[in-house]
């Protein structure tokens, strides 16, 4: 995405107090479980780090689960709700989903592009989460061939903080050179009884920590240093092979959410 602030162009990746990254979440507590068990979701477009505004959804295109080689339609589990963040309430969706069967659950989220009336583009992000049941490793590395993909290359639900995270950005299975990543922390824990943001973690001491921008070499690889524990969005910016939408420029994006623990 480009971003235009007193006449000049700049890219997403430079943050300004007012143009934080956009991340859509698909949120759940927690990814590594021990057993199998019934899962909360959250769905929700907002910016995880300053939460200085969250965006209504504009719908759901496509969401499913795959475990094992088996996909399963969860479109029709969402439920509209009202998600209140820090300065500001919008349009989401929560679900549920029994994770009973041992190994890796891939959830895959595909939402209706959203308009951002600032810029006069729409943005889409093809979201991936990895929950995983028991320990059993099966798909989490599975490429699915989307049209924007970040295809990890280390478990993303086994991260000690103070570790790394590797992941390849592709677009129709194609490796994309140098493509450029948002990272962001989740700033502040998710309230999935009334549907909202809790208090800040951690206080930025400049504008350039919020949204960390990185890019991926020749392969479309990239690699990360986890500082902290809890949940952490990589937004591969306009990946995707489609460009418009409606008549207008579209950023397509791919994200995957990981999850750091702390070793104690």
């Known amino acids: 995405m480009k971003k235009t602030v007193l006449g000049l162009t700049l890219t997403s990746s430079l943050v300004l107090s007012s143009a934080f990254a956009h991340f859509q979440m698909l949120y759940?507590?927690?990814?590594?479980l021990e057993k199998g068990?019934?899962?909360?979701?959250?769905?929700?477009?907002?910016?995880?780090?300053?939460?200085?505004?969250?965006?209504d959804m504009a719908g759901v295109e496509e969401f499913y689960v795959i475990n094992k080689k088996r996909r399963k339609d969860l479109k029709n589990t969402l439920k509209a709700i009202t998600f209140?963040?820090?300065?500001?309430s919008a349009k989401a969706y929560k679900s549920e989903y029994?994770?009973?069967?041992m190994g890796d659950h891939l959830f895959v989220l595909k939402p209706t592009p959203y308009y951002e009336k600032g810029e006069d583009?729409?943005?889409?992000q093809i979201v991936k989460t990895i929950v995983n049941v028991a320990g059993t490793p099966t798909n989490?590395?599975?490429?699915?061939?989307?049209?924007?993909?970040?295809?990890?290359l280390i478990k993303p639900y086994s991260i000690w903080a103070g570790s790394t995270f590797t992941g390849i950005v592709k677009s129709n299975g194609k490796p994309v050179p140098f493509a450029e990543i948002e990272v962001e922390y989740l700033n502040r824990d998710v309230n999935l009884d009334s549907n909202s943001m809790g208090k800040t973690k951690i206080e930025a001491p400049q504008d350039s920590f919020v949204t960390i921008g990185i890019k991926a070499n020749k392969d479309g690889e990239f690699t990360f240093g986890i500082p902290k524990s809890g949940w952490w969005g990589?937004?591969?910016?306009?990946?995707?092979?489609?460009?418009?939408y409606?008549?207008?420029?579209l950023s397509q994006d791919a994200v995957i959410w990981i999850q750091a623990k702390d070793m104690k």
Not at 28 to 32: D, F, G, H, K, Q
Not at 234 to 244: H, I, M, P, Q, R
Not at 246 to 249: P, R, T, V, W
């Open 84 to 88: 209140t963040g820090s300065h500001n």
């Open 140 to 152: 989490w590395d599975e490429e699915l061939g989307l049209k924007a993909e970040i295809v990890p």
């Open 234 to 244: 990589f937004c591969a910016l306009g990946v995707g092979s489609d460009k418009e």
């Open 121 to 124: 583009i729409y943005i889409q």
């Open 28 to 32: 759940t507590p927690e990814s590594a």
């Open 37 to 55: 068990q019934t899962i909360e979701l959250r769905e929700v477009f907002t910016h995880p780090f300053a939460d200085e505004h969250t965006m």
């Open 98 to 101: 029994k994770a009973k069967r």
């Open 246 to 249: 409606k008549g207008k420029e």
